[in-house]
């Protein structure tokens, strides 16, 4: 199956009322390890790059990685999506290369710290779809601001200063066309989000309740939805790592927003601490090892670890033969008829 775009793939979780990972990568050990994973538990993935991870890959290395995962698993419906596009220039380069989808994050400005204004928002983002849509690929916008700051990109705070207003959600996915939307429900990028245990409201439930009454038809998105499990940070303080004690989103808040109009969960920091973690314990454990294979391997598993049960948990497993992939030509031919609904 050819790379298909995330507005098949999120539609299709809609019917079965699940939702998807949208897992980080950088690198060949990432995307096996994601790979492997949806193979295990016949899960459809989203796979997706940052502004960073394309740099550090160099584009290409990427971009062919992502077709060979495509050849070795022609079953799997697999997404290649650009995260947190900055500009219309990266969502076009993502475009060009080969991404089936693009996240246009104009929430920031091009600086990726500094919260636009709404009008700015809507501007850039339609015209990013305007773009993607005649190519058939799929634009995720987001509305209000995430907290925390990964890689640069970010304004920073708890995620609690900027969370979206329902209405302004209603009017952006009106007069964009976006096929999701990512909200601001008080998470947060990185593995610092909460300082202490939560206690099940530690999200703003009620308002992404809010937003879905508001807006049933559209996919929401979740970002900052890692978990950063205790036995993570453990492995990793325990082999030398240093990680301040941390908690995460918890996956019951995660199956809750599922109920409720959740498509897209971003998880990116729980893969990094598995594959730190496993590094670290095989280092300390076996100081004599020098051959990459002898750490990446145990990483790549424990990566493949925490995907597969975040596929089991997300509903996403079992999923991956429900359906055929829609040439990206015959999306483009919907959007251009107006037979996708926005
Ligand atoms: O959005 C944040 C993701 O975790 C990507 O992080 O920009 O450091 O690659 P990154
Ligand atoms: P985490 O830092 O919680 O993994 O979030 C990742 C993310 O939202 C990527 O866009
Ligand atoms: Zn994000």
Not at 76 to 96: L, R, W, Y
Request: proline share 4%.
């Amino acid at each position: 199956m050819p790379l298909v775009s995330l507005r098949q793939v999120l539609d299709e979780a809609a019917k079965g009322k699940y939702g998807i990972g949208a897992f980080n990568v950088n690198n060949m050990e990432q995307i096996q390890a994601i790979m492997e994973a949806a193979r295990e538990t016949q899960s459809p993935v989203v796979v997706q790059a940052s502004r960073g991870a394309r740099s550090y890959s160099q584009d290409n290395y990427l971009f062919h990685l992502m077709i060979a995962a495509t050849e070795l698993n022609p079953e799997i419906p697999i997404v290649m999506h650009q995260d947190h596009g900055n500009s219309f220039e990266t969502c076009q380069s993502a475009i060009k290369l080969g991404f089936t989808s693009v996240m246009m994050d104009g929430s920031l400005k091009e600086d990726g710290k500094t919260p636009t204004t709404f009008e700015e928002n809507v501007e850039v983002t339609r015209r990013v779809v305007e773009y993607a849509h005649e190519r058939g690929i799929s634009v995720e916008g987001e509305i209000g601001v995430l907290g925390g700051v990964e890689d640069g990109h970010g304004a920073g705070g708890s995620g609690l200063e900027h969370l979206t207003d329902p209405d302004q959600a209603v009017e952006f996915a009106m007069r964009t066309g976006v096929d999701a939307l990512a909200v601001a429900i008080g998470t947060s990028h990185g593995a610092y989000k909460f300082s202490k245990k939560p206690d099940g409201s530690v999200l703003k439930m009620d308002l992404l309740i809010a937003i879905h009454h508001r807006l049933p038809n559209t996919h929401l998105v979740m970002h900052g939805s890692s978990s950063v499990p205790q036995n993570l940070q453990d492995i990793v303080n325990k082999y030398g790592g240093h990680l301040k004690q941390t908690w995460g989103v918890p996956v019951e808040e995660i199956q809750l927003g599922i109920k409720n109009g959740v498509r897209k969960i971003n998880v990116d920091t729980d893969s990094r601490l598995a594959i730190t973690g496993a590094i670290r314990k095989l280092l300390a454990e076996s100081p004599e090892k020098f051959d990459p294979r002898d750490y990446l391997k145990p990483a790549r598993e424990a990566m493949k670890k925490i995907v597969v049960q975040r596929m089991r948990e997300f509903g996403q497993a079992t999923h991956s033969g429900d359906y055929e992939a829609i040439p990206l030509s015959e999306m483009a031919k919907r959007y251009a008829s107006e037979m996708i609904a926005k």
